[in-house]
């Protein structure tokens, strides 16, 4: 129940951001009121998730550490939905502007290649590494203290 309630309030985040940025602020603008949008659900998710950490130690229960980790999981989407969607809107802009075929498809799909295949590097060379360590020591510690690894 509680995940439906978080995808709720998600998705009822993103929503408004898109009947009020999208819609109704700058309806003629697209692009530019989904940047604002995601900016604005970045920030105010940055702020919801530091005022979460500052009083994580409330949160001494299985259950209310399980909440808390719902409730990350909820906020880092609406921020991941809404950069999507900005890139999809500028995907939608490509496709039109350059339509050297097949309505736009073959632009479309030259980003669609070529933006992963330029992020794969940092993230292999950068972002890997560190998160195997960071799993590395979580699992030695649930090693060492099994009990603590029950409730985390």
């Known amino acids: 129940l509680k995940v439906v309630i978080i995808m709720h309030v ?3 985040f993103l929503l408004w951001g898109q009947w009020e940025f999208h819609d109704h602020l ?4 697209g692009l530019f009121g989904n940047i604002l949008f995601a900016l604005l659900a970045t920030f105010v ?3 919801v998730l530091l005022g979460m ?3 994580s130690a409330v949160a001494t229960t299985r259950e209310a550490k399980q909440t808390y980790d719902i409730v990350t999981t909820g906020i880092s989407l609406v921020a991941a939905w809404s950069w999507e969607q900005t890139f999809n809107t500028c995907f939608e802009i490509v496709g039109q502007a350059y339509q050297v075929g097949y309505e736009g498809l073959v632009p479309k799909l030259v980003l ?7 992020v794969l590097p940092l993230y292999l060379s950068y972002i890997r590494p560190e998160v195997n360590k960071f799993e590395e020591e979580a699992e030695a510690l649930a090693a060492l203290h099994p009990s603590e690894a029950e409730d985390a």
């Open 53 to 55: 950490a500052k009083f």
């Open 45 to 47: 998710c940055l702020g």
């Open 10 to 12: 998600a998705w009822g």
């Open 26 to 29: 700058f309806p003629t603008q």
């Open 112 to 118: 669609s290649v070529v933006v992963p295949a330029a």
